[in-house]
């Protein structure tokens, strides 16, 4: 057998799926957070700390 077990040049063996997998879950999780806070309207955090003019 060849190891580590690889489909389509994708690692399989052991728990690399698992890393993979839950590895793109965490950056794709990052990316939708710092996605949400740059949504955020500035005038909301300025509310929100009590920022004035």
Do not use: C, D, H, M
Request: proline fraction near 6%.
């Amino acid at each position: 057998p060849v190891f580590p077990a690889e489909i389509n040049g994708q690692l399989i063996g052991g728990s690399l799926i698992y890393y993979n997998f839950f590895e793109f879950l965490a950056v794709g999780a990052g990316f939708t957070a710092v996605f949400l806070l740059l949504a955020i309207p500035e005038e909301k955090f300025k509310k929100i700390l009590g920022v004035r003019r």
